[in-house]
Every structure is written in structure tokens, then in C-alpha cells.
């Protein structure tokens, strides 16, 4: 069994900033990476951005280049988003989804988590 939960949502003003966390625990043989998505009301799921457990290669969506940092912490399994200068465009449901290679399993699998909801007043 693997897991990823998502916590650190929430409600803040334009501009302001908050951090997501994302953990994933569980029968887990190794991580190859772990991206960020979004979903606003109405629109598809996008990515937002992902980093490789290594930590050597990060990827941005262009809507969110130099203000949101992704980062890691290898030894727990967990991804951060740090999300500075947000703005109302930035409100949506963000989840997180990891590259595991579970116990028992060859190659590796998706996981999500369950979500967590960004709300960004203006």
C-alpha cells in the first residue's frame, strides 16, 4: 500500500503566500518523482510543477515561473510547493501525484493524493 497525502491549503489574501507538503509513505522500494497539479472549477487538471527526487531537475508551468519554488526532502519522501505572490488565477483543488516503485512491483506506478484546496481572495 502507498499513500500520498497532501496538507498546508487554505485561504489567502493577493499576494500573500502559502506552502503545500506532500508526503507519500507505505510499502514504497523508491520515488522517481513527484509533481504538483491543479484543477480550477470548470477547467482540466494542469501541471504546475514536478521535481525529481534526486532533486536534479525541476519543471514549471509557465504560469507560475518565479513565483512558486518546488523542493524536496528525499529522506521523507515529501515535496514542498512554496507559492509566493498568489493571485486569484492561482485558486484551485492542488494535487499531488508521485512515480512509485511499490513493494513487489516492477516499474513504477502513479499515486494521487487526495487533494488540497488553495483559495486565493482578491
Known amino acids: 500500500q502507498v499513500q500520498v497525502v497532501e496538507s498546508g491549503g487554505g485561504l489567502v489574501q493577493a499576494g500573500g503566500s502559502l506552502r503545500l507538503s506532500c508526503a507519500a509513505s507505505?510499502?514504497?522500494?523508491?520515488?522517481?518523482?513527484m509533481t504538483w497539479y491543479r484543477q480550477a472549477p470548470g477547467k482540466q487538471r494542469e501541471l504546475v510543477a514536478a521535481?525529481?527526487?534526486?532533486?536534479?531537475?525541476?519543471n514549471y508551468a509557465d504560469s507560475v515561473k518565479g513565483r512558486f519554488t518546488i523542493s524536496r526532502d528525499s529522506a521523507k519522501n515529501t515535496v514542498y510547493l512554496r507559492m509566493n505572490s498568489l493571485k486569484p488565477e492561482d485558486t484551485a483543488v492542488y494535487y499531488c501525484?508521485?512515480?512509485?516503485?511499490?513493494?513487489?512491483?516492477?516499474?513504477?506506478?502513479?499515486?494521487w493524493g487526495q487533494g488540497t484546496q488553495v483559495t486565493v481572495s482578491s
Open positions: 501525484n508521485a512515480a512509485v516503485q511499490p513493494m513487489g512491483v516492477m516499474g513504477f506506478r502513479s499515486y
Open positions: 507505505g510499502s514504497i522500494i523508491s520515488i522517481r518523482d
Open positions: 521535481i525529481t527526487i534526486s532533486g536534479a531537475r525541476t
